[in-house]
């Protein structure tokens, strides 16, 4: 076996492990993979439901300091209320806790070590990572894709898709 085809077979494995990931557990709300490419788009897909991560400083939600709250766009269950939002410098929207019994987690493993990938509890779709670097409360940064979001503003307002 030479170094090439060890290092393809192992990013194949990877791929293909983390799209059984994705389709993995029991959720509330489920959907075919057809259902939910159709429901969501191609972008929104590959992060949510293939556990892809959207490019830094993309989202229209990183700069939105209204209050609301995060909804998660495949089931538009709320997952972050926007007193929780803070602004990390990552390109990402980021809060410092989830609403209660809003997520789950679970060991994200990678090339470089294993993170933890946080999900939306209800649909089961990835939302992006938490990291024990964030401010207090909690010193936890929950680093979310803006596209696997839906920003709902308190009141009355218009939606903003991420």
Same mark, same amino acid.
């Given at each position: 076996?030479?170094?090439?085809? *060890?290092? &393809?077979?192992?990013?194949?494995?990877?791929?293909?492990?983390?799209?059984?990931? $994705?389709?993995?557990?029991?959720?509330?709300? &489920?959907?075919?993979?057809?259902? !939910?490419?159709?429901?969501?788009?191609? @972008? $929104? *897909? /590959?992060?949510?439901?293939?556990?892809?991560?959207?490019?830094? *400083?993309?989202?229209?939600?990183?700069?939105?300091?209204?209050?609301?709250? /995060?909804?998660?766009?495949?089931?538009?269950?709320?997952? /972050?209320?926007?007193? &929780? @939002?803070?602004?990390?410098?990552?390109? !990402?929207?980021?809060? !410092?806790?989830?609403?209660?019994?809003?997520?789950?987690?679970?060991?994200?493993?990678?090339?470089?070590?294993?993170?933890?990938?946080?999900?939306?509890?209800?649909?089961?779709?990835?939302?992006?990572?938490?990291?024990?670097?964030?401010?207090?409360?909690?010193?936890?940064?929950?680093?979310?894709?803006?596209?696997?979001?839906?920003?709902?503003? $308190?009141?009355?307002?218009?939606?903003?898709?991420?």
């Amino acid at each position: 076996m030479n170094r090439r085809f *060890f290092l &393809t077979s192992t990013a194949s494995a990877i791929v293909a492990g983390s799209a059984a990931r $994705a389709a993995e557990g029991d959720f509330e709300v &489920t959907h075919s993979a057809a259902e !939910w490419r159709e429901m969501l788009g191609e @972008k $929104a *897909f /590959y992060v949510m439901r293939e556990e892809g991560t959207e490019r830094a *400083f993309t989202s229209p939600l990183n700069d939105i300091k209204a209050e609301g709250a /995060y909804h998660c766009r495949g089931c538009d269950q709320p997952l /972050y209320a926007s007193d &929780t @939002k803070f602004e990390s410098g990552t390109g !990402w929207p980021s809060f !410092w806790a989830p609403m209660d019994a809003a997520v789950g987690t679970k060991p994200d493993p990678g090339f470089w070590g294993t993170r933890t990938e946080v999900h939306c509890d209800r649909c089961g779709s990835h939302m992006g990572h938490v990291f024990d670097d964030g401010p207090q409360p909690t010193g936890k940064r929950y680093c979310m894709n803006g596209v696997a979001m839906v920003f709902r503003p $308190a009141g009355s307002g218009e939606a903003v898709v991420g």
